[in-house]
């Protein structure tokens, strides 16, 4: 396929791409700078559409075998689509990013969001780590956009280092890959190591160089040192959009890499390793270390923004269950489960930046008798997130945590299947403390009343009424991530 006629297939991120210069230069020309988040609203808007458009296209790979278009890479810009439009919306009534510089703000964000898009898409080792490193310096950028605040330049400084380190890691991972194979294209490499023997040894030390990359990305255990101080450094609704938005992609790389790329679909959906690497084993101790070590850590803390950036360690772990286990089934799970994680995580950050702007304090203190000063409307939003987020009926992160067990009793990992379970009895502890401090503590008399804004309420029900919709009635979403989980192949 020419490059002409390759141009349509990416018609979402050349619409992101204009709204990106249109914010530059209107953040010269407009005096109100509110009309640009509104603008950049506008932009992100009309990109979902052309990707719902592109969703009844023929798959194909376009400019020469770099990116692919697939229903793979369409779910996850949709996700990546609806993470940045609530980032927006979110960023309009935050009043840390009042502050900030907002014409950079949001160009640098859908800058990182049409990084994702190719992320997605990304069909050759190349393209992947040349959108990863775009996604990954704008991120950089959007964490320290607070320039007077120091701790918001700490975190993008040690975002910056780790980021780097694990960036330098995984491209020589890909250049052991190029070495072993003779090939930086996804459907060549699973070629080679199909058609003949090669070091299991190199192989191995590939694929582990390469996970540092991706899980940096995913924030999954020993990468993870990154998350907590920058999630608790950036403005608010960057720390909602790196715990969904760079979380969804560091998931779509790792996803088409370790199967399109490193296994062969089999029968009844089945994956098997190639290359003679049981990958599987390290990606398990990974999965139950992660989930562990995240849910373990929330415990003592008191800062909300660090206790839900342990929190996004702990359900990386989650999602690592349907990676591990080699299936379509498994695939399907993490897919559902970053659409509720999706909507619950994001609307957990919401609630705290309400608070936020009301009282200038992240602690679980500030969220003592919430529902009895004003906060009555956050304070449920809160608590229906929160449950969620644990895993209780009849709330959607119930539903997504049953496909993930499903998936992985069906394949006989019960140890794992297990630990999980007693993560998510004790992430109940740590998140029921939120909920007992919002109902149950009441004000002592020197709290801030909280007051509700339009646009947060607005944006607030749309999330709660997705959490609990999708508890009870989730069979369309369902049926995309089983339509998506369909890679282009060959």
């Known amino acids: 396929m020419s490059t002409v006629d390759s141009l349509p297939y990416i018609l979402p991120e050349?619409?992101?791409?204009?709204t990106v210069l249109i914010l530059f230069i209107g953040d010269l020309l407009i005096r109100d700078k509110d009309r640009l988040?509104?603008?950049a609203l506008v932009g992100v808007a009309a990109s979902l559409f052309a990707i719902a458009r592109l969703s009844h296209a023929d798959d194909a790979y376009v400019f020469s075998r770099m990116?692919?278009?697939?229903?793979?890479?369409?779910?996850?810009?949709?996700?990546?689509a609806l993470a940045t439009l609530a980032t927006v919306w979110m960023s309009l009534g935050s009043n840390e990013i009042r502050r900030a510089n907002q014409g950079e703000y949001y160009g640098l964000l859908l800058s990182s969001a049409l990084g994702m898009y190719f992320m997605a898409a990304a069909s050759n080792l190349l393209m992947a780590y040349l959108s990863l490193e775009f996604v990954s310096l704008t991120s950089y950028v959007l964490t320290g956009s607070l320039r007077h605040n120091r701790r918001s330049g700490e975190a993008s400084l040690k975002y910056l280092i780790y980021g780097g380190v694990a960036s330098g890691t995984m491209i020589y991972g890909m250049s052991w890959i190029f070495g072993l194979t003779g090939s930086m294209d996804y459907a060549a490499i699973?070629?080679?190591?199909?058609?003949g023997p090669h070091s299991s040894l190199a192989l191995l030390i590939a694929i582990v160089l390469v996970l540092t990359g991706f899980g940096y990305k995913i924030s999954a255990v020993p990468f993870h040192m990154w998350a907590p101080d920058v999630y608790t450094g950036a403005p608010i609704p960057v720390t909602a959009f790196l715990s969904v938005g760079s979380k969804a992609a560091g998931f779509a790389l790792l996803l088409r890499f370790f199967y399109p790329a490193l296994s062969l679909l089999g029968e009844a959906g089945r994956w098997h390793?190639?290359?003679?690497?049981?990958?599987?084993?390290?990606?398990?101790v990974l999965c139950?270390?992660?989930m562990t070590l995240g849910n373990l850590a929330a415990l003592q803390q008191q800062n909300l923004k660090r206790l839900l950036a342990y929190s996004s360690i702990a359900h990386a772990g989650y999602m690592l269950m349907g990676f591990v286990v080699l299936s379509d089934d498994g695939l399907r799970a993490v897919l559902f489960y970053l659409i509720?994680?999706?909507?619950?995580?994001?609307g957990a950050f919401l609630a705290v930046m309400i608070v936020v702007n009301a009282t200038g304090r992240e602690d679980i203190e500030a969220f003592r008798g919430l529902a009895w000063r004003g906060g009555s409307i956050p304070a449920v939003a809160m608590a229906i997130f929160l449950f969620s987020l644990a895993g209780i009926p009849p709330l959607a992160g119930f539903i997504g945590k049953f496909y993930l067990f499903a998936a992985v009793i069906h394949e006989q990992f019960y140890a794992l299947a297990l630990i999980a379970g007693i993560n998510s009895v004790i992430s109940l502890y740590y998140y029921a403390r939120i909920v007992r401090a919002m109902f149950l503590d009441f004000p002592t008399g020197g709290e801030t009343p909280v007051a509700l804004d339009w646009s947060n309420a607005t944006l607030l029900g749309v999330l709660t009424l997705g959490t609990v919709v999708l508890g009870l009635y989730w069979a369309p979403v369902i049926g995309l991530a089983d339509r998506s989980v369909r890679f282009l192949m060959g």
């Open 14 to 18: 050349l619409l992101l791409t204009a």
């Open 37 to 39: 988040g509104e603008l």
């Open 67 to 80: 990116i692919v278009h697939d229903q793979f890479a369409v779910f996850f810009k949709v996700v990546f």
């Open 190 to 195: 699973n070629a080679a190591l199909a058609a």
């Open 273 to 284: 390793a190639l290359g003679g690497v049981d990958w599987q084993q390290i990606a398990l």
């Open 288 to 290: 139950a270390v992660t």
């Open 340 to 346: 509720t994680y999706y909507m619950m995580n994001i």
